[in-house]
């Protein structure tokens, strides 16, 4: 059973907006400014949101551990 592209998409988005919230929080708590937070957050969410899109579509393509149900 392959993953539509947009399951995939979906998948990235949701995961995103809950580890860029995790993220801020924890760049917020390290350096007590919420601006520097925001800026690390962003571009922690763009680079991470690209890998985690590739990472699940190579997955994908892996048969290894998968059953036909």
């Known amino acids: 059973m392959d993953e539509t592209k947009l399951r995939s998409v979906s998948k990235t988005i949701v ?3 809950l580890a860029t919230l995790i993220t801020l929080v924890v ?3 390290f350096t ?3 601006g520097e937070a925001t ?3 962003l ?3 763009l680079l991470s949101t690209a890998a985690y ?3 699940e579509r190579v997955w ?3 048969r290894w551990g998968r ?3």
Do not use: D, M
Request: aromatic content about 20%; overall charge positive.
């Open 27 to 29: 760049a917020y708590w």
């Open 67 to 69: 059953t036909n149900v």
């Open 32 to 34: 007590g400014s919420f």
């Open 60 to 62: 994908n393509k892996i």
């Open 53 to 55: 899109y590739l990472h």
């Open 39 to 41: 800026e690390i957050s």
């Open 43 to 45: 571009v922690a969410a």
């Open 15 to 17: 995961w995103r907006v």
